[in-house]
């Protein structure tokens, strides 16, 4: 924390950091690989579809939440790990709810894929003419 005066470098140095913690994310969890394998093949598929500006836009935020939520989790287990390597309750209680909060972010990510995607892909498939 900063007690000095405003200093515009010193924020924009602190953008380091934030890049580091998302690369020590992607370098140290195995999901989040799965989640930037999942965000590509929906950008592929959103072109595909010419996705219009609204729909991109539900498909920002989904990708949004997934990774916020991954990152978040990221740095509980980080931070559990470094208070204790031993068993702790309250520890796996918190790294098991930082989880869950990927897995509500993934799954309301799907759903907003559904909900854009399912209806593009059938009327261009011809299955439907809506």
Known sequence: MSTGPFNLFARLRSFTHAIRGIGVMFSTQHNAWIHLLAIVLVVLLGFYTKLNLHEWIFIALAVGLVLVA???N????FLGDAVSREQNEHIKNA??????AVLVAAIVAVIIACLIFIPKITTTLGFCTA
């Open 74 to 77: 990221t740095a509980i287990e």
């Open 95 to 100: 790294k098991d709810i930082a989880a869950g």
């Open 70 to 72: 991954e990152l978040a």
